[in-house]
C-alpha cells in the first residue's frame, strides 16, 4: 500500500479548482487531506489508483461521504501532488 507522509499543494491546477469550491466542500478537503496522512489510509475516503495511467500514477479519494467530488494526486516519494479537486465527472474525465 502508499504511504504519503507529505502533502503538496501547490500545483496552480489545485489551488485553482479548490477556490471554486463551496466553503463546507473546502472543508471535507482537508479532512480528506488529514486522512491520506495515516497509515493505512482510511477506507472511508476510497483511496484509489486510477487505471491507464501510468506516468504518473494518479490515485484519487471521495472527499464527500455521497461521492460528488473527488481529489486527484500524483504520489512521489511519500509525497501526495494534489492535481485537482471538484465534482466526481469532473475528476473522472480529467483527472
Not at 502533502?7 to 496552480?12: A, C, E, G, L, V
Not at 473546502?26 to 483511496?47: C, H, M, R, S, Y
Amino acid at each position: 500500500m502508499i504511504k504519503i507522509s507529505k502533502i503538496d499543494p501547490s500545483r496552480k491546477s489545485f489551488e485553482r479548482s479548490f477556490k471554486k469550491l463551496p466553503k463546507n466542500i473546502q472543508e471535507k478537503v482537508g479532512e480528506a487531506l488529514k486522512g491520506l496522512l495515516l497509515d493505512p489510509i482510511p477506507k472511508k475516503w476510497n483511496f484509489e489508483k486510477l487505471n491507464g495511467y501510468k506516468n504518473p500514477n494518479i490515485y484519487t479519494v471521495h472527499i464527500t461521504p455521497n461521492h460528488s467530488h473527488k481529489l486527484s494526486f500524483e504520489v512521489v516519494d511519500e509525497i501526495a501532488i494534489l492535481r485537482i479537486v471538484g465534482t466526481h465527472k469532473k475528476i473522472d474525465d480529467a483527472p
